[in-house]
């Protein structure tokens, strides 16, 4: 839950920006010397890609942590886990993006609806996530 919960986090990054409203860590922008006016602006700047690769690794842990947990599911609950398989995608995208989540490629969730229909599928008969 909590990698699906990040994930959206990133993946509303650009429409929360152009309300002004931003959900990143204000700790880790801190560090990493991102104001806020830089995500409000869509502003690409290495420390704004620092602080998603570090929002993006976290998610990344819980996501692996919740697979590895997997095993100890009833296989009728692997179905609720399925989101969890659309996190992974979009993480992924994420990464191949450069930590930009202001690349529009990442719109769309990043990957193709058929490759998103196909994974989720394959998972499912799979019962893994």
Known sequence: GKAIGISLLLRGTTYQASKRR??????????????????????????????????ASAAMGHLTEARQLASKLAPAASHVMQQGTLAGLYLDAVEKKG????????ADGGVSPLKRVLALKWNMMRNTF
Do not use: W
């Open 22 to 55: 931003s959900y990143m860590p204000v700790e880790l922008c801190s560090q990493h010397n991102v104001p806020q006016e830089d995500i409000y602006r869509g502003k690409v700047t290495e420390g704004l890609c620092d602080v998603t690769l570090a929002v």
């Open 99 to 106: 930590f930009n989540v202001f690349d529009p490629g990442l």
